[in-house]
């Protein structure tokens, strides 16, 4: 009796372009939003002259890193096909179980 087998989705066949597509927009939207963010907070308190170190932006921006590098690795680990078959077999999260034809 043969095992059915589910189709392989596209993130287990090109895991490094899944992974690179997460990075991108991780840095798309995060790294222009909250910088933009702590600009406008500069601006704000420049009237009242409270000035923020320069050591906030390199921490604001080394916890994007991290956040990215994060979130690349849990791309990366999704995309494992033992992953998407405990996924498929379990379905703790539905949300999460690759469709079949993806």
């Given amino acids: 009796m043969a095992d059915h087998l589910a189709p392989v989705s596209t993130q287990e066949r090109n895991p490094r372009s899944a992974v690179l597509r997460t990075v991108l927009a991780a840095v798309v939207a995060l790294f222009p939003l909250l910088n ?3 600009l406008a907070v500069m601006g704000a ?3 009242y002259r409270v000035y923020l170190p320069g050591w906030v932006f390199l921490g604001l921006n080394g916890t994007l890193i991290a956040a ?3 979130a690349a690795v849990v791309t990366r680990v999704l995309a494992v096909p033992g992953v998407n078959e405990w996924l498929r077999k379990y379905q703790v999260l539905r949300w999460f179980t690759p469709q079949d034809g993806d």
């Fill in 36 to 38: 933009g963010v702590l």
């Fill in 45 to 47: 308190l420049e009237p």
């Fill in 68 to 70: 990215t590098a994060l």
